[in-house]
C-alpha cells in the first residue's frame, strides 16, 4: 500500500502540473519575500551598528603598552608589532587584519607665511597607507586627484588634514616641518595633499599629519637623537589596530549583551595569552556600542517585531495558498475512500506532496532571496547613495534567518496542508463528495467542549497579564537590565500588536460597510451584489484581511519609528546647539575667549543676535591650572537639609531670544512662565539671587517654584553661601543639556540657571568683557544662508581658537549617517507590501475561480464583462482600504508610544514625524498592484463565452 501511495503522489505531482507549480511558486514567493525581509533587517541592523559607533574608527580591538610597577626603567611606548602580531594571529582565527598605527605629538613654528606666530602642537600618524587601501579600511576624501594612495605615500611626504591645513596656511608641494620631541629632531615632510576622512580615525584621535609606515621607522632612526636609550624605529608602533574576520556573526545590535559575552571572552583569552602587567586591550566598537545601547533600544525592538510580524505574515500567506488547494481536492479525497482508502491515507498523501513541494518552493525561495539581496537590492542602494556617508551597506544573512526561514516555510506549510485534511477525514464520504458542497461547510465542524477551551485561554491570558504586572514588573525595572527591558518592551508590543489586530478583525464589518457606504453613490448598479458577497465570503477574506491589518501595522510601525529616529537625531543635534550656530573655544586656557567676542561677531553682517554662556565650573578649573584651585556648586534647600552637585549656568539677558526659532517650542517649564522667570533673574536684588532650576533638580530635593534654596560655591579653599528664591522649573532648555526632566532611573546632575552678573559674583571671578566664556549661541537673521554666515566667521576669526560649528550642517551630516538606514527599511516596506498585496491577488483568483458559475449567472442577467470585473475590483479595494486603513492606525499608535517611552530613557524631548509621503506612496502601489493584477486575472474570464462558463461549472 505504501510504495503505491508513493506513486500515486509523485504522478499525481506530475500529472497535476499547474497545480503543482502554483504550489511551489507561492510557497517560493512567500519565503522569498520572508527571507529577504530578514537578511536585509540582518544588513540594517549591521549597519545601524557602524552608524552608532561610526565615532571609533571602524576599529575593533586595540592593543598598547600597558605601564605597570616593576617594569623596566624607562620602558618605551613602541613596540615591536610584527612578533605580537604573529603571537595573536595563530591563537585567534577571530582576527583578520592588524594594521598600526604609530602616533607622536609634535611642534609646529605657526604659519609658513608667519613663522613667528606661536608654536602649535599637531599629532603626526604613521599608517601602513597600502594595507589600509587595499582592505578598504576607512577613507581619505578631499585628496589630490592625481595622487593614488594604492602604492603608498613615498618617502619623506605627507599628507595633512584639511582644517589644519587651512589654519596653518599648507598648500600642495609645500615643504613642512615640524618637530618631534620623541625623536628631539625635527624633520621636513613635502605636502602631497590635503585631506578629509571618513571611518579612518576614532573621535578625538584624528592625525594632523600622515605618513607611510613602509618607510617611517628608518626616517625615524636617522632623526633619533636620544643618547640615554637606544632604540631602533623599524617595525615599531604605539598601537595596534584589530578587526574581525567576520563582524557580522560578532556583532548584533539585536543581543547587545550577547555581542559583549563574545568579544569580552575573545579579549579575556587574548589577555591571558600575551599577558595582563605588560599590554592594554581597548574595545573602541563594543565601547561606543555599549554607551549607545539606550539609543538603539528603539531600533532594537523594531528588528525584532519586523521579524515577527514578517513571519506571521508569510504564514497566513502560506496558509492561504495550500488550504486552498487542500479544500479544493475534497472530493477527490472523498473518491480515495469510497474506493477502499483508509482515513490516515489522505493524510499520508497530502504530507508526501506537500513535502515536495513545501522542500523546493522553500529552497527556491532562500536562495533566491540571498542573490536578490545581495547582487540587486544593495547594489542599487549603493548607486543611489552619494560617496561619503559612513554608513557602509554589507549583505549579512544570520544563520538564524535561514534557519527561521526553513522552519517556518516547511513547518507552518505542513501544518496548513494537514489541517484541512484532518478535518476532510473527520467528514462522513457523502458529505466529500456532494457535487454541491460549499467550501464554507468544512469549517462548521467544532470540537466538543470549545467553549470551555475558550474560557480557558481567555482566563490564561487576563490571569499572566496580571500576574505580569504585579509580580515581575517591579523587579524588571529595578533590575536596571537594558538587554531585559527591551526583551520586556518586545513581548509587551507583539502583544499589544497582536491583540489590537484582533479587536481591528472583530469591528471590521463596521469598516466595511462605512466603505460600502462611500462606494455606493459612485457604483449604485453593483453595490448591492458587493455587501452580500463581501458578508458571504467573510471566512474565506479573514486571512486576507488579518494579513493586510499587520501588513499595515508593521508598515506604518516601521516607516514611523524610522521617520521618528531620523527626525529625533535632527531635533536632538539641534536641541543640543540651542542656536544657529555656535562658536566654542578649541582649548580652555589663560588665553581663552571672553565676552568682548561677543561684540565681535555682533559686528558681522546677517547676526541677528548673540549670547555668551559664561566658563563652567571645569572650565575655571582649566584656565586656572596654574593656581591649582577646584571651582564647585552644590545645591540644598534652604537649611542645607539636603544637597547635590548641580551644573551650574551663567546666561545674559539676550539668550532666551537667541535660541534658534525651531527649537523655541521645546524651552518648557514645568511650573513658572517663561518670559517672566527669564527676567527675573536678571532683577537686581543684594539679599536674594533668583535662580531657574532644572526639574530634575527639583524632583530631586523636593524644592517648587518660590522656595528658598541654597547655593553653595567652592573656589580652591574659599567657600561661600548664598539664599536663592526658585522663580521657575525648567523640563527642558534648548543648549543647556543639564537642563532636564526627572530620569526614569533618577535625575542625575541637575542644572540651575542664573544671570551673568549673578555667576561672576557668586564665583568671584572676572566680570564684563573679561569674563570667560564657555561657548556663544549665534541667531542668523532671516533671509542669510547659514553657510556663507558660518564661512565669513571663520575667516573674521581664522587667528583665534575657535570652532564654528552651524547647527544645520551638523544635522546634514547625522541624517545622512542614517540614509542607509532608511533607504534599506524602504526595501523592507516594499517586500511587505508585495507579500500583502501578493495574499490578496492569491486569495482573489482562488475566490474567481470558486465564483466562476456566479459569474455567468450575473452575466446572464444582465451585467457586462467589465462591470463584473468592476465588481471583484471594489470588493477587493473594500477589503485592502478597510484592513490597511485600521492596521495603519495601529502602527502609528505603536510607533508614537514606543518614541514617547524612549524618551524616558533619553531624557530628551519628543521630536514627532509621520511620514505622510510614506503613507500615499504605499496606498498607491496597493491600490494600483490590485488593480493590474485583477485586470490580468479577469482577463480571459471577462471575454469568455456564457455558454464556455457554464460548461465548466455544471
Not at 32 to 44: G, Y
Not at 60 to 85: C, M, Q, T, W
Not at 695 to 724: H, P
Amino acid at each position: 500500500m505504501d510504495s503505491f501511495l508513493y506513486s500515486y503522489a509523485f504522478k499525481d505531482l506530475f500529472r497535476q502540473k499547474t497545480r503543482t507549480i502554483l504550489g511551489v511558486m507561492g510557497i517560493a514567493v512567500s519565503l522569498f519575500l520572508l527571507t529577504s525581509v530578514s537578511f536585509i533587517t540582518d544588513s540594517v541592523s549591521y549597519g545601524f551598528i557602524d552608524f552608532l559607533t561610526a565615532d571609533c574608527g571602524n576599529q575593533d580591538l586595540r592593543l598598547s603598552v600597558r605601564h605597570y610597577a616593576g617594569e623596566e626603567e624607562n620602558r618605551s611606548d613602541y613596540f615591536d608589532y610584527p612578533n605580537i602580531k604573529a603571537l595573536i594571529h595563530e591563537e585567534f582565527d577571530e582576527i583578520e587584519h592588524f594594521l598600526p598605527r604609530t602616533t607622536m605629538w609634535g611642534r609646529t613654528n605657526g604659519s609658513i607665511s608667519n613663522p613667528m606666530e606661536d608654536e602649535r602642537w599637531a599629532q603626526l600618524g604613521a599608517l601602513d597607507v597600502k594595507l589600509e587601501e587595499d582592505i578598504s579600511f576607512g577613507s581619505f576624501i578631499d585628496i589630490s586627484p592625481t595622487l593614488n594612495l594604492s602604492e603608498g605615500i613615498p618617502v619623506n611626504s605627507c599628507l595633512v588634514e584639511m582644517e589644519f591645513a587651512e589654519r596653518f596656511n599648507l598648500t600642495e608641494g609645500q615643504i613642512f616641518n615640524i618637530f618631534l620631541p620623541g625623536l628631539n629632531s625635527s624633520v621636513n615632510l613635502t605636502i602631497l595633499s590635503r585631506f578629509n576622512s571618513d571611518l579612518k580615525f576614532p573621535l578625538g584621535r584624528e592625525s594632523d599629519i600622515v605618513v607611510d609606515m613602509s618607510w617611517w621607522g628608518e626616517t625615524a632612526n636617522q632623526l633619533y637623537n636620544v643618547a640615554y636609550r637606544e632604540m631602533d624605529w623599524v617595525n615599531k608602533t604605539n598601537s595596534l589596530v584589530m578587526i574581525f574576520k567576520n563582524g557580522e556573526d560578532i556583532y548584533d545590535i539585536r543581543d547587545i549583551e550577547n555581542t559583549e559575552a563574545l568579544i569580552t571572552k575573545l579579549g579575556a583569552d587574548m589577555q591571558l595569552l600575551i599577558g595582563l602587567d605588560p599590554w592594554n586591550i581597548e574595545y573602541p566598537k563594543l565601547e561606543l556600542l555599549y554607551v549607545s545601547e539606550m539609543f538603539s533600544l528603539g531600533m532594537n525592538i523594531l528588528f525584532v517585531v519586523i521579524g515577527f510580524v514578517s513571519m506571521l505574515i508569510s504564514g497566513i500567506l502560506i496558509n492561504g495558498i495550500l488550504s486552498t488547494s487542500v479544500e479544493e481536492r475534497i472530493r477527490e479525497y472523498g473518491i480515495n475512500r469510497v474506493l477502499g482508502a483508509r482515513k490516515s491515507y489522505n493524510i499520508k498523501l497530502v504530507v508526501l506532496q506537500a513535502m515536495l513541494i513545501i522542500l523546493i518552493g522553500t529552497t527556491l525561495g532562500i536562495f533566491g532571496a540571498g542573490i536578490f539581496v545581495d547582487k540587486v537590492a544593495l547594489t542599487l542602494l549603493e548607486r543611489e547613495i552619494p560617496d561619503g556617508y559612513a554608513s557602509n551597506i554589507v549583505f549579512v544573512a544570520q544563520p538564524t534567518s535561514i534557519l527561521m526561514s526553513y522552519l517556518i516555510g516547511i513547518g507552518v506549510s505542513l501544518i496548513v496542508s494537514i489541517a484541512p485534511a484532518v478535518k476532510v477525514m473527520r467528514m462522513s464520504i457523502v458529505e466529500s463528495i456532494n457535487p454541491y458542497r460549499h467550501s464554507d461547510e468544512l469549517y462548521k465542524i467544532k470540537k466538543e467542549g470549545s467553549a470551555n477551551v475558550k474560557l480557558i485561554v481567555f482566563g490564561f491570558f487576563v490571569a499572566a497579564n496580571s500576574g505580569f504586572v504585579f509580580f515581575l514588573l517591579p523587579k524588571i525595572m529595578l533590575s536596571l537590565k537594558i538587554a531585559l527591558l527591551a526583551s520586556i518592551l518586545v513581548g509587551t508590543l507583539v502583544t499589544f500588536l497582536v491583540g489590537v489586530s484582533l479587536m481591528a478583525v472583530g469591528i471590521m464589518p463596521f469598516f466595511l460597510k462605512l466603505l460600502v457606504m462611500i462606494f455606493e453613490p459612485l457604483m449604485q448598479k453593483i453595490m448591492n451584489i458587493v455587501k452580500i458577497t463581501i458578508h458571504r465570503h467573510q471566512r474565506r477574506n479573514l486571512s486576507t484581511i488579518i494579513m493586510f491589518i499587520l501588513s499595515f501595522s508593521f508598515i506604518m510601525f516601521a516607516t514611523s519609528m524610522v521617520e521618528i529616529q531620523v527626525n529625533q537625531i535632527g531635533g536632538l543635534i539641534a536641541y543640543e546647539s540651542g542656536s544657529d550656530i555656535v562658536i566654542r573655544p578649541r582649548t580652555y586656557n589663560i588665553n581663552a575667549p571672553t565676552v568682548e567676542l561677543q561684540e565681535q561677531i555682533m559686528q558681522v553682517e546677517g547676526i541677528e543676535r548673540a549670547s555668551s554662556l559664561l566658563a563652567s565650573t571645569n572650565d575655571l578649573e582649566n584656565i586656572y591650572s596654574e593656581e591649582n584651585k577646584d571651582f564647585g556648586v552644590t545645591m540644598g534647600d534652604y537649611i542645607d537639609f539636603t544637597s547635590t552637585n548641580i551644573w551650574l549656568y551663567g546666561i545674559d539677558k539676550n539668550f532666551k531670544d537667541t535660541i534658534s526659532t525651531e527649537m523655541q517650542s521645546h524651552l518648557v517649564f514645568a511650573t513658572g512662565n517663561k518670559d517672566e522667570a527669564f527676567s527675573q533673574i536678571f532683577e537686581e536684588n543684594q539679599e536674594i539671587i533668583n535662580i531657574i532650576i532644572s526639574s530634575s533638580t527639583a524632583s530631586q530635593l523636593k524644592i517648587r517654584k518660590d522656595d528658598l534654596a541654597r547655593l553653595t560655591f567652592t573656589r580652591g579653599t574659599e567657600e561661600s553661601a548664598y539664599i536663592c528664591k526658585v522663580v521657575g522649573v525648567l523640563k527642558n532648555c534648548p543648549g543647556l543639556s543639564r537642563i532636564r526632566e526627572a530620569g526614569l532611573f533618577g535625575g542625575g546632575t541637575g542644572g540651575v540657571i542664573m544671570s551673568n552678573i549673578n555667576y561672576i559674583k557668586c564665583l568671584n571671578i572676572p566680570g564684563g568683557d573679561d569674563a570667560f566664556v564657555d561657548k556663544i549661541f549665534v541667531k542668523v537673521k532671516e533671509g542669510y544662508n547659514h553657510t556663507i554666515i558660518e564661512q565669513n566667521l571663520e575667516t573674521i576669526f581664522e587667528e583665534e581658537n575657535l570652532r564654528i560649528d552651524r547647527t544645520s550642517e551638523d544635522i546634514e551630516y547625522a541624517e545622512s549617517e542614517f540614509l542607509v538606514i532608511k533607504y534599506m527599511f524602504l526595501l523592507i516596506q516594499l517586500g511587505t507590501i508585495i507579500i500583502a498585496i501578493f495574499g490578496l491577488l492569491t486569495s482573489a483568483y482562488s475566490s474567481i475561480l470558486e465564483r466562476t458559475r456566479e459569474i455567468g449567472i450575473l452575466r446572464t442577467l444582465g451585467l457586462h464583462g467589465r462591470e463584473v470585473e468592476n465588481l471583484f475590483l471594489v470588493e477587493n479595494l473594500i477589503i485592502l482600504l478597510a484592513s490597511s486603513t485600521s492596521g495603519g492606525i495601529i502602527g502609528t499608535i505603536m510607533a508614537l508610544g514606543l518614541s514617547e517611552n524612549m524618551t524616558l530613557f533619553t531624557q530628551t524631548p519628543q521630536m514627532i514625524k509621520i511620514p505622510w509621503d510614506i503613507v500615499g506612496i504605499i496606498y498607491g502601489v496597493s491600490i494600483l498592484s490590485l488593480y493590474l493584477g485583477l485586470k490580468l486575472i479577469m482577463r480571459k474570464l471577462r471575454n469568455k463565452n456564457l455558454i464556455e462558463i457554464f460548461r465548466e461549472t455544471l
